[in-house]
Nanobody, 125 residues
Framework: QLQLVESGGGLVHPGESLRLSCAVS????????ISWFRQVPGKEREGVSC???????YYSDSVQDRFITSRDNAKNMVYLQMNSLKPEDTAVYYC???????????????????WGQGTQVTVSE
């Protein structure tokens, strides 16, 4: 059974950094994309970034140049380094995988079958 577990969320001040981790287990595909999404209660879920097995990445405009996603294929881990955090980055962050999804244009507008439980990130004074 494919499982995703996020960790690393917390409370930080504006301008500070935080790194999220996503542990993937039970996946049989050698090549797959992992994506990060976030959601604020009452708002639509927003795509944050995706990364494929060879390191190709996409970012949403709202996090471009501030967030960096990376992965350790040997450990089946994906990371989201979040820098220069803003209050509007406050959300529950999820990692998601679907073997059919490619990290390319439209990556955040296709269905994903596997999601983690989410980790809360709060950016506040």
């Amino acid at each position: 059974q494919l499982q995703l577990v996020e960790s690393g969320g917390g409370l930080v001040h504006p301008g500070e950094s935080l790194r999220l981790s996503c542990a993937v287990s039970g996946i049989t595909e050698e090549y797959y994309t992992i994506s990060w999404f976030r959601q604020v209660p009452g708002k639509e879920r927003e795509g944050v970034s995706c990364i494929n097995t060879i390191g190709g990445q996409y970012y949403s405009d709202s996090v471009q140049d501030r967030f960096i996603t990376s992965r350790d294929n040997a450990k089946n881990m994906v990371y989201l380094q979040m820098n220069s955090l803003k209050p509007e980055d406050t959300a529950v962050y999820y990692c998601a995988v679907d073997p059919l999804v490619l990290c390319q244009e439209g990556w955040d507008r296709v269905p994903y079958n596997y999601w983690g439980q989410g980790t809360q990130v709060t950016v506040s004074e």
